[in-house]
């Protein structure tokens, strides 16, 4: 476990990760992965919808309709191509290099989670609200 996430599923894998970058405290929300950006919000997190607004380091949600999660973290950015890595079915990190306006297709993005902290007071954002 790694903050309350299993570390053999993408919450405890790419929390562990996302801290690498990110500053105290790194992952204080708790909440599930469809969840996710909200919590992150709530906790002061700089959140971005757009997906241009991409940063290395940041932590990928992608959530469904039926609200199933895909969290994944950026690597790098180069060349106008987002190079990022999600984990396969089998638990196994595969790197996966793609356009920011492609992710919405490849795997129904709905924001990032920048490792940056917003300064006095909280993140503000509006979702999607799911069925």
């Known amino acids: 476990m790694y903050k309350g996430f299993p570390v053999n599923k993408a919450t405890g894998y790419f929390a562990r990760e996302f801290d690498k970058a990110a500053p105290v405290p790194g992952v204080n929300w708790s909440d ?3 969840l996710w950006l909200t ?3 709530q906790k002061g997190w700089i959140v971005k919808t757009s997906p241009q607004d ?3 380091g940041a932590l990928i949600v992608g959530v469904d309709q039926a609200r199933n999660a895909l969290i994944a973290i950026v690597q790098e950015v180069k060349d106008g191509k987002i190079i ?3 984990l396969d079915k089998a638990g196994k990190v595969i790197r996966c ?3 920011p306006e492609s992710l919405q ?3 129904n993005f709905s924001g990032y989670i920048w490792p940056e902290r917003i300064k006095n007071g909280r993140a503000r954002m509006l979702l999607p609200v799911l069925p």
Do not use: L, M, S
Request: no cysteine; hydrophobic share 35%; net charge negative.
């Open 54 to 56: 991409v940063k290395p």
């Open 105 to 107: 297709r490849e795997i």
């Open 97 to 99: 290099i793609t356009a």
């Open 39 to 41: 919590g992150a919000a």
């Open 32 to 34: 599930e992965d469809y």
């Open 84 to 86: 990022y890595e999600k």
